[in-house]
DNA sequence: GGCATGTGTATTTTT
DNA sequence: TACACATGCC
């Protein structure tokens, strides 16, 4: 076979693992070591080899990711066919799969997702029916009872156990806490509904099962995965067992970069994979071609503190004479300041803005930043913290569109009635009874494609008169013409302007394009969301955008799932492709940075406290993981690298005791650290870096004069 | 039973 | 500070 000229830009240790032969390989990736190349051109590789892209599976973090990876792998080889590739995260591919697969575990296809805040939400309406609210002791909390369930069931887990290592102050519950679980699983069977974890769980169930399983397995020649050190035990599992019979597969990983323990990832997997697949091959890629080397001094000087790891020293041959700064700022505003001037700085020498990134810890640590930057008029998209999908508003749309979709999803019932004015839970539950009463079986494709036009389930349900109190019957009466509309039923002459076709029938039609319909849930919802918001008029703006996006769908389902399974990052992403020539600055939490790299960084906040965060100094291992999600943000750093810290916190939020005003440099930015920093103060900054780490208890600081 | 008002508390990171 | 939860009034 002929050797593909591209083979040629890459050195040795990553052209071993993208012509490694069949068989298990891990690949220990650092930091900019060219991972995304590696797995762009093993993809090019096999297909080159004649591997049909139909037959290999590349698993990522992001959909961002897989897009980018194959993108890249269609400059080398046909781009057309690599589009075939399967391509995704674990739970969009699981997604893909079970649709077509999941009838073998008497799973309808036509389930619909609900997130994490779906999923605690649906928590706590169990909660309240079990009467497990009333307790004078205090009961978990929603999100809690999400969180404790979601981790048990990915790190494989029993809930005892889980309960007595994370979350020991809810162990007196563990009896309840298992009825709602219960409840929670049999009530998502009965409305056909997944939750993320339920995605993972089914492939697994799937993958495991000897007959489909081994089909599935089969169906994959190839198995690719990245970021393997932030996966978990669930996902380990479902390799193991889509690997029984067919043994390729390639995981790419860096230990050092393992920031989702508080997703049940760990690096057992990583460390642990040569165990689990015997005879596998282990590459290590060290060189970097990302950062220039006084960059990754600092880096390596973070890690060297680190536990258990595979030990790598990253390298570059790219030199600079200039050291990365560290920035003592006055206070916050100080440190917005002088952010803001260096971003300029690098502007006018000819950085753009897209070139250069803001990172931090948390989603709400640049909202001083942020006011800053739109006074100044400097576009940015920030990545990262509360997210579009997370708004009410939004969310009360894809309630309306799921149960188009799934009109037994009770949840999503739930919120969209208790959006008619008059209408409390009491009342919501009362009308679900009354929709349900003699309720029509869920539908079962059969296989055998009815013979005759069955009235679908939603339109039988709306037929029937539930109990609505008195004054909201002609809110409801509304809201049921709005859903029969998107059905294709009735309001004939101004909702189908678009189709003029002759009408067939007077049932039946086929429902509206998926634009049209959230247009015309829109305009159902819009004096709704005057009543219940203040800024009504900007969410109806994003609802505008939103039926852009949806105009690029042909089918509602894909819509609703790549809304819930890969929503928006950012608002403006929703703008769909960005016009080119804008320039805009990356203001990212460290965890949604992953993967990427900027000309020019800059990390806020380097206080203790911040990096590494107060919620997770409580264990050694959080705290190792703190100093990982530094490293992270330190090694997306190309060219310059700014670490901003700010000697005063002003609003003393929520801290116990006595209102701390000076803060405390970063524990992880050591003596042995600093050698490598440039150590700089800002005009407004007292010119008084020694004085950083003046806590304000002076015997503190003794002691750690001494430690 | 719905809704407005008041009180207290937890507070990160994301598929 | 913002949000979930409780209370009390209509």
């Known amino acids: ?10 050195n040795p240790q990553q052209r071993r693992a993208v012509t490694g032969g069949d068989g298990p390989l891990l690949v220990i990736a650092g930091a900019g070591t060219g991972k995304t190349k590696t797995l762009a051109c093993r993809v090019a590789w096999l297909i080159h080899k004649g591997v049909d892209p139909d037959r290999i599976l590349l698993l990522t973090f992001t959909r961002r990711a897989a897009a980018e990876m194959l993108k890249r792998a269609g400059q080398l080889v046909d781009a057309s066919i690599v589009g075939r ?8 591919v699981a997604n893909r799969l079970l649709r077509v697969y999941g009838q073998a575990l008497d799973l309808p296809p036509e389930f619909t997702i609900m997130d994490q805040s779906d999923a605690a939400d649906m928590m706590n309406l169990l909660r309240a029916e079990l009467e497990l609210a009333k307790g004078d002791k205090r009961f978990p909390r929603k999100e809690t009872l999400a969180a404790i369930y979601s981790r048990s069931v990915n790190a494989r887990e029993k809930l005892a156990d889980t309960l007595e290592v994370f979350y020991p102050w809810c162990s007196e519950h563990k009896e309840d806490i298992a009825r709602i679980f219960r409840e929670f699983q049999d009530r998502k069977k009965q409305q056909n509904v997944l939750d993320y974890d339920d995605l993972l769980l089914f492939l697994n169930a799937l993958a495991q099962e000897p007959g489909v399983g081994d089909a599935l397995g089969d169906r994959f020649e190839h198995v690719l995965v990245d970021e393997y050190q932030d996966t978990n035990l669930l996902q380990s599992e479902i390799l193991l067992g889509l690997r029984r019979r067919q043994r390729n597969i390639m995981v790419v990983g860096d230990d050092a970069q393992s920031i989702y323990s508080f997703r049940a990832a760990t690096v057992r997997n990583i460390l642990d994979f040569p165990q689990q697949f015997s005879g596998a091959e282990i590459v290590t890629l060290e060189q970097n071609y990302r950062s220039v080397q006084p960059i990754l ?22 030199v600079s004479s200039r050291k990365p700064s560290l920035v003592y700022c006055r206070d916050e505003p100080d440190q917005c300041q002088a952010v803001v001037h260096r971003i300029l700085e690098h502007l006018e020498a000819g950085i753009p803005l897209r070139q250069q990134a803001v990172l931090f810890r948390a989603g709400h640590h640049s909202s001083v930043l942020e006011v800053e930057l739109t006074r100044r008029k400097i576009p940015f998209h920030k990545y990262g913290g509360l997210r579009f999908i997370e708004t009410a508003h939004i969310k009360d749309m894809l309630a309306m569109l799921r149960i188009l979709e799934n009109p037994y999803d009770q949840l999503s019932w739930h919120r969209v009635l208790l959006m008619l004015p008059g209408v409390g839970p009491s009342s919501a539950r009362r009308i679900m009874d009354d929709l349900w009463q003699a309720p029509p079986e869920p539908a079962r494709t059969n296989g055998h494609g009815a013979e005759t036009p069955v009235q679908s389930p939603l339109l039988a349900m709306l037929e029937r008169a539930p109990r609505v109190p008195a004054g909201s019957t002609e809110h409801y009466e509304k809201l049921r ?23 067939r029938e007077t049932r039946g039609q086929a429902p509206p394009p998926i634009a049209t319909q959230i247009e015309i849930l829109r305009r159902y919802y819009e004096p709704l969301c005057e009543r219940m918001h203040d800024n009504a008029r900007m969410r109806l ?36 492709a960005p016009y080119l020539e804008e320039d805009y600055l990356i203001l990212s939490t460290i965890h949604s940075a992953k993967g990427c790299e900027w000309d020019v960084v800059h990390v806020l906040h380097a206080a203790d406290g911040m990096i590494p965060s107060d919620m997770s100094t409580g264990d050694s291992e959080g705290v190792d993981e703190e100093r990982r999600l530094l490293y992270v943000a330190l090694t997306r750093a190309k060219d310059f690298l700014y670490v901003y810290f700010p000697l005063r916190y002003y609003h003393a939020k929520y801290r116990f005791g006595a209102a701390h005003n000076f803060a405390k440099l970063s524990r992880f930015i050591t003596k042995s650290v600093l050698t490598h920093f440039e150590q700089t103060t800002t005009p407004q900054g007292d010119g008084l870096p020694h004085a950083a780490g003046e806590p304000a208890d002076p015997r503190k600081r003794m002691r750690e004069l001494w430690g």
């Open 481 to 503: 013409q709005t859903l029969r509309a998107c059905c294709g039923i009735g309001a004939a002459g101004k909702v189908r302007k678009r189709k003029p076709e002759p009408p």
């Open 297 to 318: 001094h600092v880096s390596n000087a973070v890690m060297a503190h680190a536990k258990e790891r595979y030990t790598k020293e990253l390298w570059s041959s790219r």
């Open 85 to 92: 590739v399967w391509g995704g995260t674990f739970h969009a």
């Open 541 to 576: 703006k994003d609802l505008e955008q939103l039926e852009q996006i949806a105009s690029g769908y042909r089918s509602r389902q894909a819509f609703i799932t790549d809304l819930t399974l890969d929503p928006p990052h950012s608002t403006s992403d929703l703008a769909g």
């Open 1 to 10: 076979m002929d050797t593909p000229i591209w083979l040629g830009d890459l």
